[in-house]
């Protein structure tokens, strides 16, 4: 039997949860299809739970057009909601002369990005900030912050059950067939089901590339190629040495291994970047921990390495490869001919800061 629905948003991760929010809020009736058995389980538990401000992005880019939105979306969403949040800075140290020569260039790269509270500091004044600190010079990020991604799920939830949608766990998609003005979707699970549907938004993250390929009619040439950037964590057994979030740099292909803590104190440091195929493996090497220890005692040079203990690993859904800059893509009915789907992909970092900003473009391409 098929059963006629509004909208249907694959994926309960944080992006999935958002966009049905908005939508439900808008006045749709959404259902959230979810092939895992709780909500969030893979890149949106997974991953540094920060707060980007929006500084290394390349100008005109989508992430760099919503960064700063989502970001301040998401500060306002915590307080009204009571979901646990610090804003508390961050450091981005130049632990070289070469480092230091780029500050200038990261700032009004930021700057272009709507980002306007930046302060270039000598060592001095990042040694006063932050004792256990070593290095030449560093940009200070006020508005960077830290949030428990899981009370955010849960809001987030709560706001679009509220608005009336509903959440199908444990149901991966099957397969779908696009019709004239409608698509229909077959789901497997304990409960099979298909349900035709007006619009389908595609949040399902590691496997967003797949899940449009299984439908019928979505043309391949519009849906990009993802690659899986797998990346590491240390928890740190000793005590918290930072209050701020402490980061080296950005490269190219990553954001380096940084300095992190969660909301409950722990300190961590991650993620590394390796390339995988689709064997989706969520182990830590503990050999691992003396590349970490290296990396961060560039900045943190008091560092035990025996109290680095292996903590998580996670695995961001990236459009480009190693050493190349990709973006985000919200694929609409202009991208792919489509009407009745939009296809989200490539959503890594900062993919929980702009989780509001994404389903507040969702809504306007829906309204196209």
């Not at 991760?13 to 959230?32: F, T």
Request: glycine share 10%.
């Amino acid at each position: 039997m098929t059963e006629r629905v509004d909208v249907v948003v694959i994926g309960a991760g944080v992006v999935g949860l958002a966009v049905a929010r908005a939508l439900a809020l808008a006045g749709r009736d959404v259902i959230i299809v979810e092939k895992n058995d709780t909500i969030g389980e893979e890149t949106s538990s997974r991953n540094s739970e920060v707060i980007h401000a929006g500084i290394q992005y390349k100008p005109g880019g989508v992430r760099a057009s919503i960064a700063v939105r989502g970001r301040d979306l998401l500060y306002d969403y915590c307080r009204s909601h009571n979901v646990n949040h610090k804003r508390c800075g961050k450091l981005l140290v130049a632990t070289n002369q070469v480092d230091v020569a780029r500050l200038d260039a990261l700032k009004a790269n930021a700057e272009l990005n709507g980002v306007d509270d930046l302060e270039i500091v000598d060592a001095e004044t990042a040694k006063a900030m932050e004792p256990a600190v070593e290095c030449n010079a560093a940009i200070l990020s006020p508005s960077s912050g830290i949030v428990d991604s899981h009370g955010l799920m849960l809001a987030l939830l709560g706001d679009a059950e509220d608005a009336g949608a509903s959440l199908a766990l444990s149901t991966p998609m099957t397969g779908g067939v696009v019709s004239r003005d409608d698509i229909e979707l077959t789901f497997g699970g304990v409960e099979p089901m298909t349900l035709t549907t007006s619009l389908v938004v595609n949040c399902g993250g590691l496997w967003s590339d797949r899940v449009a390929r299984s439908v019928e009619g979505i043309p391949g040439a519009t849906i990009p190629q993802l690659k899986f950037a797998r990346g590491q964590y240390f928890t740190y057994s000793g005590a918290a040495p930072f209050e701020r979030l402490i980061y080296p740099l950005p490269r190219a292909d990553s954001q380096g291994v940084h300095y992190t803590r969660d909301l409950g104190g722990q300190a961590k440091l991650g993620p590394d970047i390796n390339f995988i195929d689709d064997n989706v493996d969520y182990t830590v090497d503990p050999s691992a921990r003396s590349r970490f220890a290296e990396e961060a005692k560039t900045f943190w040079p008091s560092l035990d390495r025996e109290k680095l203990v292996p903590g998580y690993a996670g695995i961001r859904p990236k459009t480009a490869g190693l050493g190349e800059e990709g973006d985000f893509v919200f694929s609409g009915p202009e991208s792919h001919g489509v009407a009745s789907y939009i296809g989200l992909y490539g959503i890594e970092s900062p993919g929980l800061t702009t989780c509001l900003a994404i389903a507040e473009k969702v809504v306007e391409l829906a309204r196209e």
